[in-house]
């Protein structure tokens, strides 16, 4: 289970996921973090959905889908009492536009480690790319968390994202590690994963 504070505000509790980063968590001259202000307005706003928005991987952003203003990260629950997450972009009043789901679905969702807003395609528009952390429960390694990249790519013709089929389809885990890792991953020039230290 994810560890959480809550942040209190007049009749608005906001459930905030705690975590360490383990990449860049934002790479666009044109995002910054969502205020904590903001955060309660939109968890406010959102709270009939049950949704628990995890503030330090959501962000107000200039997105190219008409009206974007917000992209945020967000736990939920699905039918089986299972933690997962989806995507959403919001408009500035906090109306959603858009959710992307993430290509990981089977596992326990353990947390976002990074979100980046990055031409990864080479069609000059920001794409969105989310690494997530997951759980099976399943053997001795069950416990263990894996890592789980999701690309999203612009339509320009259907003015939404979509999900990559291609760039990523035969990434193994080495080359998702960062936002870094899959843009060079993408680009074919394979940055090398850092050695294990030695026990």
Not at 39 to 44: A, C, F, I, K, T
């Given at each position: 289970?994810?560890?959480?504070?809550?942040?209190?505000?007049?009749?608005?509790?906001?459930?905030?996921v705690?975590?360490?980063?383990?990449?860049?968590?934002?790479?666009?001259?044109?995002?910054?973090?969502?205020?904590?202000?903001?955060?309660?307005?939109?968890?406010?706003?959102?709270?009939?959905?049950?949704?628990?928005?995890?503030?330090?991987?959501?962000?107000?952003?200039?997105?190219?889908?008409?009206?974007?203003?917000?992209?945020?990260?967000?736990?939920?629950?699905?039918?089986?009492?299972?933690?997962k997450?989806?995507?959403?972009?919001?408009?500035?009043?906090?109306?959603?536009?858009?959710?992307?789901?993430?290509?990981?679905?089977?596992?326990?969702?353990?947390?976002?480690?990074?979100?980046?807003?990055?031409?990864?395609?080479?069609?000059?528009?920001?794409?969105?790319?989310?690494?997530?952390?997951?759980?099976?429960?399943i053997?001795?390694?069950?416990?263990?968390?894996?890592?789980?990249?999701s690309?999203?790519?612009?339509?320009?013709?259907?003015?939404?994202?979509?999900?990559?089929?291609?760039?990523?389809?035969?990434?193994?885990?080495?080359?998702?590690?960062?936002?870094?890792?899959?843009?060079?991953?993408?680009?074919?020039?394979?940055?090398?994963?850092?050695?294990?230290?030695?026990?």
């Open positions: 289970m994810i560890p959480f504070q809550r942040l209190w505000a007049p009749s608005v509790v906001v459930a905030v705690v975590m360490v980063p383990v990449a860049t968590a934002a790479e666009s001259a044109s995002s910054s973090r969502i205020p904590m202000d903001n955060g309660v307005m939109l968890h406010s706003k959102l709270a009939p959905e049950d949704v628990e928005i995890i503030v330090p991987q959501s962000f107000v952003v200039a997105l190219p889908v008409p009206g974007a203003h917000y992209f945020i990260s967000a736990q939920v629950t699905d039918e089986h009492g299972l933690p997450v989806e995507f959403r972009i919001l408009d500035a009043e906090a109306a959603t536009l858009q959710t992307l789901a993430p290509t990981e679905t089977w596992s326990s969702f353990e947390g976002v480690l990074a979100v980046a807003f990055r031409d990864m395609n080479g069609d000059g528009i920001p794409d969105i790319t989310v690494i997530t952390s997951w759980t099976t429960g053997g001795p390694e069950g416990v263990v968390p894996f890592h789980a990249a690309l999203y790519l612009f339509d320009s013709d259907a003015g939404h994202y979509v999900v990559d089929t291609a760039l990523l389809k035969d990434a193994l885990p080495l080359y998702t590690q960062s936002i870094d890792h899959i843009s060079a991953y993408i680009e074919g020039t394979r940055i090398t994963p850092p050695k294990p230290p030695a026990l």
